[in-house]
């Protein structure tokens, strides 16, 4: 199928109140260009430089979330235009986009990025970080800098029971925060080979790569 079919198809299945980011990592403007042309407008990266050339050189009502492991020395460089950062794992993170969007006077979106597989190699706080964050107070003082919602990623494993259970923690640690900050609406979760089981479990917002554009090299 081409990346329109299967754009068209997977919005098709989606339940309302789930978002797709279309993940265009490695994928060429113009692929991101068919992708376009169905009318999506959301596209994911997980390099802040490589966002930035394709925000450069295509239309400028994509809308671009970052969803990789993001550098603080590489914020600036987004600040501008991001609409999204998904992977936020530190609150010295937090204070430099705070910073940087400030000299745009802009509020920039944040989700924090909640480590809930088994792999040491996934980034993220645990809960009792989280915690310890929302209670210290600090997020709710950022002036440029909105706390959205809540990020992770499974374990990249065969076993769906494993899945379902991460996938399960991740929802209640986001009803949980839901009750101590009722901002807080959107709980990024699923990827290609995850996103029906984490829709089942509460998703609003899947990040889907090789289902639209197809498989990358690794990267
Ligand atoms: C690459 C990536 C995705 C998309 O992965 P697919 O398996 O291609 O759908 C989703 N989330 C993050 C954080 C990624 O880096």
Redesign the pocket.
Known sequence: MSIQENIVKLKKDLPENVTLIA?S?TKSNQDILEAYETGHRIFGE?KVQEMLQKWEELPKDIQWHM??HVQRNKVKYMAEFVTLIHGVDSLKLLREIDKQAKKHQRVIDCLLQIHIAKEDTKFGFDASELDQIINSGEIQHFKNVKICGLMG?ATFTQNEVQIRGELKNLKALFDDIRNKLPEISILSMG???DYKIAIEEGSTMI?????IFGSRDHH
Do not use: C, D
């Open positions: 993940v990592k997980n969803i990789g990623m990827m290609s080979s990040r889907i790569g090789s289902s």
